[in-house]
């Protein structure tokens, strides 16, 4: 693979941004040292957003808990240790049938944090669904 950029660096726990979503919350671990962006997020979020699709890769990693994957149109699921992998422009969603879960997403390409801050701020000032949705567009998310 050539084109992909990543910085070398060590970077402490300390150093992760905290985002909150209604139902989730992610730190940002490793963002802005090149394409691959780090987040850790804890959810509770039994609908889970709409089935979307973005301009990033990315790889989701069960740590704890139970979660539900939509890939074609199927939900999947899996307990700590499951893997789900998403070449960009995937259609996809993600719910936690019950309890809570927590998952590492490493995310390659475009700026996942940038996307996720935007939401987090939209949310918290209870932006309409058409504001969450232009901005979500604005990153090359398209929801359906």
Do not use: C
């Not at 969603?93 to 939401?119: E, H, L, N, W």
């Amino acid at each position: 693979m050539t084109g992909l950029h990543i910085d070398t660096v060590v970077l402490p726990g300390s150093a992760a941004e905290r985002v909150e979503y209604p139902a989730d919350t992610i730190w940002l671990r490793a963002v802005g040292h090149g394409d691959i962006q780090v987040a850790d997020y804890t959810s509770s979020d039994r609908e889970g957003p709409p089935a979307h699709r973005h301009p990033w890769d990315e790889v989701q990693i069960v740590v704890d808990g139970s979660v539900e994957f939509l890939i074609n149109g199927t939900w999947q699921g899996g307990g700590s240790g499951t893997v789900q992998l998403l070449p960009r422009g995937a259609a996809h969603s993600v719910r936690i049938p019950a309890g809570t879960a927590r998952i590492i997403q490493v995310s390659i390409g475009p700026p996942y944090d940038g996307f996720a801050k935007d939401m987090a701020r939209l949310f918290s000032e209870g932006a309409s669904l058409t504001e969450i949705v232009a901005a979500a567009n604005a990153h090359g998310v398209e929801l359906g």
